[in-house]
């Protein structure tokens, strides 16, 4: 035997930061609750215990991969030097364009996975995703003195959210085209007309007279005159599962909330998957009712499309609380339910894109799902960030933002 097979093996230099990644691509496929250490060793190529001598259990994992990721967009964003505030920005967003591509399995890692961080660590990645938008308006205000400090951080927000729609789906995207396209999507946000001054007023007055999930914006509460105990609870689910992220939520909490007892839950729904599930076809029904309605007696193409992006926001406004749990826990859903909801998914998304290629026919397919995830996106992040109020017209600036993501 050769004296090297003798020799003890070296722990690579970067396995703690390989870990890191590995759980994080892991954590976006799969949902952070449904993924174990043992898992995440298989997956690196090491034993379970072997990754506690980096991390003393799954969460500190969990914190160290949104912080090297948020840490990684910052650096993407550092301000290129030069007086020219256009040629800033397009540097930026550039490297930006570059860094998501690179990272799109682990991008959405912040997006949805954030309920499952303490207080302390979300103040931590707020503050420093605060700091990356920061980055931007800078330039941005010198480039167009004319907009708010609150009107330029929406646009940058904007601009970050058609980035990040590219880890929210899997579409194929080659990494040349997809570079170009967010970049020109980037721009598109960035150039744009912002809120109003009365939509961002209203926003920010709306955190503090409202009661709020774990991400500031208003809670839904349950509407009046519910009759029946299946639409309490299905109701109450929906809040739950989206304040706290359905791992947290048992069907005892969900029974309080709906004020029925906790073994009469079980006459409605056999387990929480099926109230999910519930939610989940709940939703896939009233969107499809409102994208019928809204495409009934379009004119053309353009203005079936409007009217597509503007019954959407409609829905996603108005439903905020379901729109929500629809987009971040498929993983969570039952298989059978889970296969048959994303066909469903995928259909809706291919019925933007059918209308945006008869709008622009000399775009690719695969581009205009690009743009259509960005425009989609672009509805549950500035919704949120706008707390779904529709006071100063903010629908509808999120309805032109969106299409004007569809025509970068």
């Keep these: 035997m050769p004296a090297t097979d003798l020799a003890p ?26 993924v174990g250490i043992d898992e995440i060793a298989a997956a690196v190529g090491i034993s379970g215990p072997a990754v506690y001598r980096h991390f003393p259990n799954k969460y500190a994992i969990l914190v160290h991969a949104t912080r090297e990721l948020v840490t990684a967009a910052l650096d993407a964003a550092q301000e290129a030097p030069g007086d020219d505030p256009a040629a800033v920005l397009d540097a930026q967003l550039a490297s930006l ?64 959210s058609t980035f990040g729609s590219l880890t929210t789906h899997r579409a194929t995207a080659p990494k040349t085209r997809a570079e170009a396209t967010l970049q020109r999507l980037g721009w598109a946000m960035l150039r744009a007309d912002p809120p109003s001054a009365s939509a961002i007023r209203s926003a920010r007055a709306a955190t503090g007279r409202t009661a709020e999930g774990t991400d500031g914006h208003p809670v839904e509460q349950p509407a009046p005159g519910l009759e029946s105990r299946r639409e309490l609870l299905l109701a109450a689910a929906i809040r739950l599962f989206h304040r706290l992220g359905y791992h947290a939520v048992a069907m005892e909490d969900i029974g309080g909330a709906a004020g029925i007892n906790a073994s009469s839950v079980y006459r409605y729904f056999p387990s929480k998957g099926d109230l999910l599930a519930a939610a989940y076809y709940r939703a896939s029904d009233r969107l499809a009712a409102s994208t019928a309605a809204a495409l009934r007696g379009a004119a053309d193409p353009d203005d079936a499309l409007r009217r597509l992006v503007e019954a959407y926001v409609g829905f996603a406004f108005g439903e905020s609380d379901l729109v929500l749990v629809y987009l971040a826990e498929n993983n969570n859903l039952p298989e059978p339910d889970r296969h048959e909801l994303r066909k469903v998914q995928r259909l809706h998304v291919e019925e933007w894109v059918r209308l945006l290629t008869q709008v622009r026919p000399g775009l690719p397919a695969a581009d205009a799902r690009v743009l259509v995830h960005a425009a989609i996106n672009l509805v549950t992040d500035l919704g949120r960030a706008l707390r779904f109020t529709q006071a100063g017209g903010a629908d509808a600036f999120v309805a032109r933002l969106a299409l004007t993501a569809l025509a970068a």
């Design 97 to 160: 364009a570059r860094f998501t591509v690179e990272r799109r399995k682990v991008g959405a890692l912040y997006q949805w996975e954030w309920r499952y961080l303490a207080d302390e660590h979300r103040t931590e990645f707020r503050t420093a995703l605060a700091a990356l938008n920061g980055r931007l308006t800078e330039p941005l205000r010198r480039l167009r003195p004319e907009l708010s400090a609150g009107g330029a951080e929406f646009l940058v927000r904007a601009s970050l």
């Design 9 to 34: 093996r070296k722990r690579p230099k970067n396995r703690k930061a390989q870990i890191s990644l590995v759980a994080a691509e892991l954590f976006c496929e799969r949902g952070y609750h449904l």
